[in-house]
Structures are given as structure tokens and as C-alpha cells.
């Protein structure tokens, strides 16, 4: 079955350090969503891709969706304390009901 | 608040008994998903309904069922509980992630079974 693979697992890093996790379909997708879940909370939506090639910014938050609409990825600069927690995409097969498939999350841990 | 209304909180039960999570969606969203997440797990998808009907089934065990109802919200019905179904149980709703609007998740449900 379709698979979304997301590295890394864990991700550390000092506060000011950019962060970037990875995403990675078996098959080709109608889209790419990508969601934040602060620990101890729920998952809440960042952001949809759609078109090859997109990328979208928001603030400190660049996503892209890969050519060949298989990878995506989400970059953030300067990390702050209040970007902890763990990034999660998710993709949607192409004729799908609108059942999305989530990748394992990358977790972001930032010392200050 | 997210618009999506999950309960109970916390449920602590034993090893063999059945439970019952429940979930309301956000206004006007149709389609509800279950998913279930392990500690340090992604979320793995179990079911979703459409406006009263099953539109697609996850890694869901037959021992877990769930439904829709008219008023549209759903209950996630899990049975013969075993240790290993202690988890988080999330309820998402949307209006159709096709069209560029994400899931709304609610809170969660925690399960434990001891």
C-alpha cells in the first residue's frame, strides 16, 4: 500500500539553528499537507501543496512540493522554543475519497 | 477549541472490556476520520465516514468498529481491549482535503488499558 516516509525521526538543535524534515511517497500525490502537533496536543494543519514545483512561505516556514509531486519538504529558519513539537506530513493519493496517509513526524526538540 | 469535540478525555479500563469513543465534528464538515496514535507513533488511519457512510477502512482490527450517525457524529467502538490498544485516539474532521482544507483534529481520547 502507499507509504509516506518522513525523516528524520528526531531532530535537536540549539535555538537560531534551521530546521528541515523530509517527506517521501511511494507514489505519486494529488497533494501534500503538512501539521504541527505541540506535545501534549493534537495535530493542527499548516499547509496544502498542490502543484509541482510549489513552494509556499509562511513567516519562518518555507514548504515545497517536489517536481515529480513524491517529496515534499518544510524548512524553518532561525528556529525558536515555540517551534517544538513534531512535524507531520500527509499526503493524498491522486482519486482518493480524502483519506490522507501521514508520514511518522519529525520531532523537534530546541535548546535555548 | 478546535471545533471538533472528542470524548471522553482520559479513559482508563481493563484488559478484555469494551469502550466507546465519541466524536462531533466541526460544523458543517461531512467527512470523519479516526486515527489512532502509539507513543512515539505516527498516526496511523483507521476509518472514515462520509455523511453517514464508510468511504474508506485503515489498519482498523476487527475487534474495533465504528459508525456515523444522522446528526453526523461518529463513535469509534473498540472491544476485547488488549494492553497494546492503550493510545491516543484522534477524531478529524474536514470538509474535503482535496480543496485545500486540512483535517480539524480534536482533542484526543487516551486510552488505557491495564
Known amino acids: 500500500g502507499q507509504q509516506v516516509m518522513q525523516i528524520p525521526q528526531y531532530q535537536h538543535v540549539q535555538e537560531g539553528e534551521d530546521f528541515t524534515t523530509y517527506c517521501n511517497s511511494s507514489?505519486?500525490?494529488?497533494?501534500i499537507q503538512w501539521y504541527k502537533q505541540r506535545p501534549g496536543g493534537h495535530p493542527v494543519f499548516l499547509i496544502q501543496?498542490?502543484?509541482?514545483?510549489e513552494v509556499k512561505k509562511q513567516k519562518r516556514l518555507t514548504f515545497q512540493f517536489g517536481e515529480a509531486k513524491k517529496n515534499s519538504s518544510l524548512h524553518i529558519t532561525a528556529t525558536q522554543t515555540t517551534d517544538v513539537g513534531t512535524y507531520f506530513c500527509a499526503g493524498l493519493k491522486g482519486g482518493s475519497q480524502g483519506n490522507l496517509i501521514f508520514g511518522k513526524g519529525t520531532k523537534l526538540s530546541v535548546k535555548p | 477549541d478546535s471545533g471538533v469535540t472528542q470524548t471522553p478525555k482520559h479513559l482508563i479500563t481493563a484488559t478484555g472490556q469494551r469502550v466507546t469513543l465519541r466524536c462531533s465534528p466541526r460544523s458543517g464538515d461531512l467527512s470523519v476520520y479516526w486515527y489512532q496514535q502509539s507513543l512515539d507513533q505516527g498516526l496511523q488511519f483507521l476509518i472514515q465516514?462520509?455523511?453517514?457512510?464508510?468511504?474508506a477502512k485503515g489498519n482498523i482490527l476487527e475487534r474495533f468498529s465504528a459508525q456515523q450517525f444522522p446528526d453526523l457524529h461518529s463513535e469509534l467502538n473498540l472491544s476485547s481491549l488488549e494492553l497494546g490498544d492503550s493510545a491516543l485516539y484522534f477524531c478529524a474532521s474536514s470538509s474535503g482535503p482535496d480543496r485545500g482544507h486540512g483535517y480539524t483534529f480534536g482533542s484526543g481520547t487516551r486510552l488505557t488499558v491495564v
Open positions: 501543496l498542490v502543484k509541482s514545483g
Open positions: 465516514y462520509y455523511n453517514g457512510e464508510e468511504r
Open positions: 507514489t505519486t500525490l494529488s497533494n
